[in-house]
């Protein structure tokens, strides 16, 4: 026959196993469900991003529209070039900012009526 203070022990220790792992499934539950708002909250980020990103396009290329329309061209070319150069998917190789500023010249030039 065990001895009432070794089944006390056993309880005792069953208890605390069973304790332990109840507290770990909770914890893991929450890191679970943390994870999945981090998630979330990342594809929200990326989706206002973009809907920003295009509307700053939309506006630079209508600012632009509005420009050449007024006979601003240089300017309007400029501000089309812009709205242009945002709507890209950022590639490492665009460099239509650099292209522009080159060709800034040759605006000016056509601008004159030359």
């Known amino acids: 026959m065990v001895p009432p203070q070794s089944q006390l022990a056993v309880s005792l220790a069953t208890t605390l196993v069973l304790t332990v792992l109840l507290a770990t499934g909770a914890a893991f ?5 943390d994870r999945d708002r981090v998630a979330a909250l ?19 290329f209508e600012r632009g529209r509005n420009l050449c329309e007024t006979g ?3 300017q309007g070319l400029l501000w089309l070039a812009s709205g242009l150069e945002n709507s890209l998917p950022k590639w490492p190789i665009w460099t239509g900012r650099s292209a522009l500023i080159s060709g800034a010249g040759c605006l000016t030039f056509i601008g004159c009526g030359l």
């Open 29 to 33: 539950t929450r890191v679970i469900r």
């Open 42 to 60: 990342a594809r929200e980020k990326a989706a206002a991003a973009s809907a920003s990103q295009r509307q700053l396009a939309i506006n630079e």
């Open 72 to 74: 601003d061209l240089t």
